[in-house]
């Protein structure tokens, strides 16, 4: 089975910048896409981001374009999500997710799963 562990979350000033990072151990899927889900409270679980094993076409959700880059680095399993100009609407839980093979990452109940980081956009 394949472990996910996010870090980087924490407290930043609106306007401010985070990067999270999740790495995978395991049985990991190297041609498998990964990205990051968030949950603010009241909220419906959000698809923030994902990329595939090539990188190539990244998605993001319109709320986080342009101010979100996500990034990974096969060789350390590892995938990174840099959030500049903060908001406090971007204050979630951030779940770093990992799909099956061949599997869209949007079907969750398939999905590798962190066990979440807290991101808190203040002002």
């Known amino acids: 089975q394949v472990q996910l562990v996010e870090s980087g979350g924490g407290l930043v000033q609106a306007g401010g910048s985070l990067r999270l990072s999740c790495t995978a151990s395991?049985?990991?899927?190297?041609?498998?896409?990964m990205g990051w889900f968030r949950q603010a409270t009241g909220k419906e679980r959000e698809y923030v981001a994902g990329?595939?094993?090539?990188?190539?076409?990244?998605y993001y959700t319109d709320s986080v374009k342009g101010r979100f880059t996500i990034s990974r680095d096969n060789a350390k399993n590892t995938v990174y999500l840099q959030m500049n100009s903060l908001k406090p609407e971007d204050t979630a839980v951030y779940y770093c997710?990992?799909?099956?093979?061949?599997?869209?990452?949007?079907?969750?109940?398939?999905?590798?799963w962190g066990q979440g980081t807290q991101v808190t956009v203040s002002s």
């Open positions: 395991g049985r990991t899927f190297s041609m498998s896409t």
């Open positions: 997710a990992a799909a099956l093979p061949g599997r869209a990452i949007t079907t969750t109940q398939n999905n590798s």
């Open positions: 990329i595939s094993w090539s990188g190539a076409s990244p």
